[in-house]
């Protein structure tokens, strides 16, 4: 997904949050903001959002100093999502489809995302999103494809978020392969937050090799690429993986909430509406990584694109 | 007021309205961007923040040659307030206290800022500031300013907004000049939309010599400035008029709703929270005039400012 100019006022502001993340004094914040305003204006809008994104909330490391900002946040997301496992496994169980109240749960999930929103209340969530009417739902398109699939690559986005992604990797009982950041992006999973919500006990836990938001294919390590490129079924979870991988052809499933105004008006759903999205495979080349130097490419050449 | 960081933003988001409102397409609004960050990161935040969002402004009607991008949004306005005059007028003379009634709906108009919300509800909005504790409540002091002066110089704020003004004049029942901006500065009201809304009959409608928004001296016309600083009582509508004139010792009393999450913290008032504040005089001197240059000071050096 491109960038859109609306996405420019929520660049700065992101740049600020992660500044005050870090501990930076207000004089810190401004300096920090004079050097990013000038890498907004140099962004290539042919990008997605995340890419800029994940540059500033770098600066704001790199300036500070402090490698995780949002270390604490992320652990205490964690522990709040552990806190409710219980009712939730139970919600699944007895569920008339254990398995769309492990997807929906999982989309409910996705409202802790500091990246996007300043504060979130998890439990209105969980009771919003199972309610309410999916406003896109390929859920018959993800139970084919769990039926035919051996393995599942579930790329992770946001630290306790992971709890509801694992009680569904436990509901689909597929061998599975969970992805996290190589390094600290905002409040993204990494390894230590993902064994810390249980992921290592359901899953083969690896890193995608970049310490950006989403999946930049072009910044991940050739490692990860294979397993992406040679994935029989994905489900990418959080719009920054939605926002780098749309449009890709590849075999993913994006399960998000709609957060942000930018994000729904490209899928056309109302904002923080619960999606369930199937990509349409295309020509079944994975297209984005043509735009990055050194990455392989499933088939085919890359002339038409 | 100085600027906050917080602000910065918002000051992007200004830019896409203003090149939107003047019907710029998106390369031409990102071109436009661009070019605004660096104003943007260059910006003394010393100064308030209606010093860039006036500049801002004012580079989206030239990039664009469109010279008055919200003259339709104001004449709209100006006409739905018309319409409610007679309204308007049964409340305020069956108020128990016609002045309060009169104050309050004037700042009831304050919702009409196209610089801040990009949408306003105005018949709820009258209801609820008629019906809503001020959050701060300096009428007993406007009350006794009214008795004891012989003219009120008064600064206007949004078209439409104006209409409102015009049945607080009409209740103050004093002498008054209506300050218009000298040209347009998004919905701020010029001379024109003042007309219209019917200000010429009660009062003499006069320019600041500024197309900016709020009332930044330094830029006003020497003219303009001599009768700010010879007034006996101002009242001065809006947010970018407190936040230009705040802690200058000026006699104003500002009327506004706290629309924006920074005026809101910086006055210590809840958002959208009814503002009816009294300057503390402090020294006497009109202290930011120190500011610019070319302007004179009420009396006494500037060496402590």
Redesign the interface.
């Known amino acids: 997904m491109q960038t859109y100019?609306?996405c420019?006022?929520?660049?700065?502001?992101q740049v600020?949050d992660g500044a005050k993340a870090a501990g930076m004094d207000?004089a810190q914040?401004?300096a920090l903001?004079?050097r990013a305003?000038?890498d907004?204006?140099?962004h290539d809008?042919a990008m997605p959002p995340s890419e800029l994104s994940s540059h500033l909330q770098a600066l704001a490391r790199q300036a500070s100093g402090i490698a995780d900002p949002y270390r604490e946040a992320k652990a205490a997301s964690t522990r709040a999502a552990l806190e409710m496992v219980p009712r939730l496994s139970r919600m699944i169980c007895e569920a008339e489809d254990p398995l769309e109240a492990a997807v929906r749960l999982s989309i409910a999930g996705n409202i802790m995302d500091l990246g996007v929103l300043q504060a979130f209340d998890l439990e209105a969530t969980v009771e919003r999103v199972l309610a309410e009417p999916f406003a896109i739902n390929h859920l018959p398109a993800l139970r084919q494809a769990l039926a035919h699939s051996r393995h599942l690559l579930f790329l992770g986005d946001n630290a306790g978020e992971t709890v509801f992604d694992r009680l569904l990797i436990e509901t689909v009982g597929l061998p599975t392969t969970y992805v996290v950041k190589a390094g600290p992006a905002v409040n993204d999973t990494t390894r230590e937050d993902a064994i810390a919500a249980g992921l290592d006990r359901v899953a083969e836990i690896v890193d995608n090799g970049n310490d950006g938001l989403g999946t930049l294919l072009h910044h991940c390590s050739a490692e990860f690429v294979r397993r992406f490129e040679s994935a029989e079924l994905i489900i990418a979870k959080g719009q920054a993986n939605f926002e780098c991988l749309d449009g890709l052809g590849a075999p993913v499933f994006y399960l998000l909430q709609a957060k942000c105004r930018v994000i729904a008006q490209h899928l056309n759903v109302p904002q923080f509406g619960i999606v369930l999205k199937h990509e349409q495979a295309g020509d079944g080349r994975v297209r984005q990584s043509a735009m990055a130097v050194g990455v392989t490419v499933r088939e085919g050449d890359l002339s038409d694109v």
Chains 1, 2 share one sequence.
Do not use: D, S
Request: positive net charge.
């Open positions: 100019l609306e420019y006022p929520c660049f700065v502001r600020l207000t914040q401004h903001l004079q305003l000038g907004i204006a140099r809008i």
